[in-house]
Nanobody, 118 residues
Framework: QVQLIESGGGAVQAGGSLRLSCAAS????????MGWFRQAPGKEREFVAR????????VYADSVKGRFTISGDNAKNTVFLQLNSLKPEDTAAYYC???????????WGQGTQVTVSS
């Protein structure tokens, strides 16, 4: 089992920035990649970004490319999501997730709320 705990959410004005953190514990050696997702009220959960622990390569959703940056600290088993140039449409609960090699996301955090006002 892998436990994930997110932090860093909050309320900001449009154009502002936030940094989300996701600390992993437990069988972290089994994690192959980690990702961030978000879900706004009344909408389906959507992919935001992911990072592969092996080489640090990253993938982003088109909607956040150039504004959000995913990074990680292997020593601390923590992944970050830097959110810049925030827009009201970025308002959502943001979730961290982890996936073992060859499998889809199996572990999820409890979520952290990001609210962007215009």
């Amino acid at each position: 089992q892998v436990q994930l705990i997110e932090s860093g959410g909050g309320a900001v004005q449009a154009g502002g920035s936030l940094r989300l953190s996701c600390a992993a514990s437990g069988r972290t050696f089994s994690v192959y990649y980690m990702g961030w997702f978000r879900q706004a009220p009344g909408k389906e959960r959507e992919f935001v970004a992911r990072m592969y622990w092996s080489d640090g390569s990253t993938v982003y959703a088109d909607s956040v490319k150039g504004r959000f940056t995913i990074s990680g600290d292997n020593a601390k088993n923590t992944v970050f999501l830097q959110l810049n140039s925030l827009k009201p449409e970025d308002t959502a609960a943001y979730y961290c997730a982890a996936a073992p090699a060859g499998r889809s996301y199996e572990y999820w955090g409890q979520g952290t709320q990001v609210t962007v006002s215009s």
